[in-house]
């Protein structure tokens, strides 16, 4: 830099010479120093917290998600039950005994089955959700 | 390439990739500017990845506050420039650490980041802290402006002032060689 420089020469002169010097700086920095093991212990020491995250992100979302089930259920229900009735009505009139109440009985129990199935799924899927949004890049 | 910010989001529900990745874009520039900015104060290199891992973990803790909408560079090195402010605020100013002091004639590329290294130590540390982030780190006045917490003009004033200082000790450097 010259001293016989204008004041805006001395500026520019004087950025141009710090960007050149912290450029090499960065050089020096990035050539010292173990990333790899840094960044193991850096990871080790979050790790906690991002699990805590994560349980905490997938108990929210199951909540959101059976919440979300849950409100038809009394729909679903009162439907079921005008259907099992109806079938009974029709089964009684063609079936002979104790066999309209076995086969409208045996339905009733693959449709509870089959919702109690379909609740029990809903924490798997959000975890298989969670699970692909979480898969390594 | 996912933005930063899309990651954020995603360590904010726990995931280990996308912090990985984050850490991945930011370790080099992070542990330079940490080990620059606490320069002076008998840091060690086992002090200065102290500072680097509180400052991970403070992006982890705070992920959940995080705005989507909100820079993601401006906020990670605020954060820390908290951390130093913290550490530096229970040390006074000490000899730098001689493991970063050369042993041998230095290269070329050595003697400029030694020049660097004396250049930041002349500085007053608020000054060091904007040429340290504008021109080792690049970012822009308003992304300065966001991390200090402070209105443009400071940032340029300040930026002015250190770089009338460094212009000053290259022009007395000068007459002295």
Not at chain 1, 7 to 16: C, K, V, W, Y
Not at chain 2, 160 to 166: F, N
């Amino acid at each position: 830099m010259t001293e016989s420089g204008s004041l805006t020469n001395h500026a520019s002169g004087s950025e141009a010479r710090v960007e050149q010097a912290m450029t090499a700086l960065m050089r020096s920095d990035s050539a010292a120093g173990d990333d790899e093991r840094l960044t193991r212990t850096t990871i080790a020491a979050v790790r906690p917290w991002l699990v805590a995250r994560s349980r905490r992100a997938y108990r929210r979302q199951v909540a959101l998600a059976m919440t979300a089930a849950l409100l038809p259920l009394p729909l679903i229900v009162a439907y079921d039950r005008a259907l099992l009735e109806a079938l009974y009505v029709v089964a009684s009139s063609v079936l002979p005994g104790p066999l309209p109440a076995v086969a409208v009985g045996g339905y009733a129990v693959a449709a509870v089955l089959l919702l109690g199935a379909t609740y029990a799924a809903i924490p798997l899927l959000v975890d298989a959700k969670l699970s692909t949004g979480r898969a390594p890049r | 390439m996912e933005s930063d910010e899309a990651l954020m989001v995603e360590i904010a529900q726990g995931s280990e990739p996308a912090f990985r990745e984050l850490l991945r874009r930011y370790q080099r520039p992070l542990s330079g500017y940490l080990r620059r900015q606490s320069a002076g104060r008998a840091v060690d290199v086992s002090e200065v990845e102290d500072l680097f891992q509180e400052v991970w973990l403070r992006v982890a803790r705070s992920a959940g506050s995080f705005r989507p909408s909100a820079r993601f560079r401006p906020w990670l090195y605020r954060i820390a420039l908290n951390v130093v402010r913290d550490f530096a605020g229970g040390r006074s100013p000490a000899a730098v650490d001689s493991r970063f002091e050369p042993v041998a004639e230095p290269t070329a590329r050595e003697g400029a980041a030694l020049e660097a290294e004396r250049m930041l130590e002349a500085l007053a540390p608020e000054q060091r802290e904007v040429v340290m982030l504008r021109y080792y780190l690049d970012l822009s006045e308003a992304e300065m402006s966001e991390v200090l917490d402070v209105p443009r003009g400071t940032v340029k004033s300040r930026l002015h002032a250190a770089m009338s200082r460094l212009s000053t000790l290259a022009r007395e450097k000068d007459a002295e060689s």
